[in-house]
């Protein structure tokens, strides 16, 4: 079964305005993690939630998570050129020994200056 | 701050070559991890590695992949015979712990092409 599926694939906003991003998954997690990616480059780790969890803030960054919906999202306030990039969730599998994380698709995210 | 590093940043190889991918995990973290990401598509997990040995890995981690840590720094990935779908971008993690409370951290990868 898929994990971490975000929505939208693309977005394009406008210097300035929110973005905010979608990620759904299907099975039960530990915590959920997004990750922003450079066109080519490596994963940068924005912020992990909790399961336990239902908000958390930094900086510009807020994410929610809400376990009854298994959803999760990423809102980017007042958004700045360097922000555009792509954006995934990943989940973590529930399993023995070392965690494993199960990402999506992404999201590609474009702030027009 | 510490963070992961990988070398090398490109390999070009032929098909059937060995390749190792190297990777040098933050010095206090217990967990590493390979993943990879063919061009366009997800990030997807091959193995985990704990106390010296494999503590999981995915269906894509045949044969042909190993992992090793070879002294007390590196953690390598092995590719004994590549093959064209093995062109992909190859990202080492690491992680203090694991459960609710641990990220794990990504070095920038290795883009690997397979000729």
């Known amino acids: 079964s898929q994990q971490g599926e975000e929505d939208p694939q693309a977005l394009s906003i406008q210097e300035g305005e929110n973005a905010t991003m979608n990620c759904s998954y299907k099975?039960?997690?530990?915590?959920l993690q997004w990750y922003r990616q450079n066109s080519g480059r490596g994963l940068v780790h924005l912020i992990l939630?909790?399961?336990?969890?239902r908000e958390k803030h930094s900086g510009r960054l807020r994410v929610t998570l809400d376990t009854s919906k298994k959803s999760s999202s990423l809102l980017i306030t007042a958004s700045r050129a360097a922000d555009t990039a792509s954006y995934f969730c990943?989940?973590?599998?529930?399993?023995?020994?070392?965690?494993?994380?199960?990402f999506g698709q992404g999201t590609r995210l474009t702030i027009n200056p | 701050e510490p963070e992961v590093t990988q070398t090398p940043s490109h390999q070009v190889t032929q098909m059937g070559q060995e390749v190792i991918l190297r990777c040098v995990p933050i010095s206090n973290h217990l967990y590493f991890y390979w993943y990879r990401q063919i061009l366009g598509q997800k990030v997807e997990f091959l193995v985990s590695f704990y106390n010296n040995e494999i503590s999981e890995k995915s269906e894509i981690f045949d044969d042909q992949f190993s992992v090793e840590r070879p002294d007390g720094s590196n953690f390598t990935l092995k590719i004994r015979s590549t093959k064209l779908e093995d062109s992909a971008m190859y990202f080492c993690?690491?992680?203090?712990?694991?459960?609710?409370?641990?990220?794990?951290?990504f070095g920038p990868g290795t883009r690997l092409l397979v000729l």
């Open positions: 939630i909790r399961s336990n969890e």
């Open positions: 993690a690491s992680s203090r712990e694991t459960g609710n409370r641990e990220t794990q951290y």
């Open positions: 990943a989940t973590d599998a529930i399993i023995q020994g070392a965690q494993k994380l199960v």
């Open positions: 099975t039960s997690i530990n915590n």
